[in-house]
């Protein structure tokens, strides 16, 4: 029989190595299968006492990065209050799995990369995204996990992949100057919407770069700062109309886009 339990990964950047590390250290401890909750960009007080939420409600081991003395502090309190085991990572990690799971580890390399239902499932996601790119196949963009929203070069279709890569089924949907989505797309139950969008000087730059990659010079309104301001603006009031959250992506990396809304998922599903 399966043992399930709780593992949170807590850290103040977008998580990806701690995620790596936590899934390594898992994987040598047969007949236990984790629960995984992360948290990426926690960098402040109010953004840990959500995780704190998060894991009171789902109890169980924490592996954090965090480097803030403070935050460790209130982290490691709160845990021994909940009694919960609190690492931060690397050499007291795999002790504190052994002790939580009271199992020996079985020191097999590589076993965080067998076939299982979660990875067949990030296969899925990514399949998922891969055909609702774009604005296509809007019929079943209801079984999103996540549908984003904005301009063209907003940063939408790798931010999709990144998150379909975690698992998370993602569809985008672009905003077209003259060409208005049906409202049915924006009003359905389950998927999160967020809104992309990015200042005007550097979505200007990013269309310019990218028709000298494609070998065209010519005008038009896609490098027009002035239609590219009204494009913005109008895309902005979608946002606001529809109460949607947004994230500049100005100077985002992908990772830090995707870890934002990895973290707006938790705190809308709090016991997932």
């Known amino acids: 029989m399966v043992r399930e339990y709780h ?38 007080e109010n953004q840990l006492r959500r995780v704190l939420q998060h894991i009171t409600a789902n109890p169980g081991i924490v592996f ?6 403070g935050l460790r502090h209130v982290l490691e309190l709160e845990c021994a209050k909940l009694s919960l085991p609190c690492v931060n990572i690397l050499d007291a990690a795999v002790e504190a799995m052994k002790k939580y799971l009271g199992a020996e580890e079985t020191h097999r390399p590589g076993a965080q990369h067998e076939m299982d239902s979660r990875y067949q499932e990030r296969v899925e996601a990514l ?18 996990d996540v549908v984003l929203v904005g301009v063209s070069r907003s940063s939408k279709t790798p931010t999709s992949i990144y998150l379909a890569i975690r698992g998370v089924r993602t569809a985008n949907i672009p905003i077209v100057p003259g060409v208005a989505p049906p409202d049915y797309l924006f009003v359905l139950k389950k998927p999160l919407y967020v809104g992309l969008w990015l200042s005007p000087e550097r979505l200007l730059q990013i269309r310019r770069n990218r028709l000298t990659t494609m070998g065209e010079n010519k005008s038009s309104d896609y490098v027009d700062e002035d239609a590219i301001r009204a494009e913005l603006t109008m895309t902005r009031r979608l946002f606001e109309r529809y109460q949607w959250p947004t994230i500049d992506v100005t100077r985002r990396s992908i990772e830090e886009t995707a870890a934002a809304i990895l973290n707006l998922l938790a705190d809308r599903n709090p016991s997932t």
């Open 7 to 44: 593992l949170h990964m807590i850290s103040d950047s977008t998580g990806e190595t701690l995620n790596i590390f936590a899934k390594a250290v898992s994987a040598q401890f047969e007949g236990a299968a984790a629960r995984e909750h992360i948290y990426s960009l926690v960098r402040s």
């Open 64 to 69: 954090s990065t965090l480097v803030n003395p």
């Open 127 to 144: 399949n998922y995204t891969i055909q609702h790119d774009d604005g296509q196949n809007l019929p079943t963009i209801a079984e999103a």
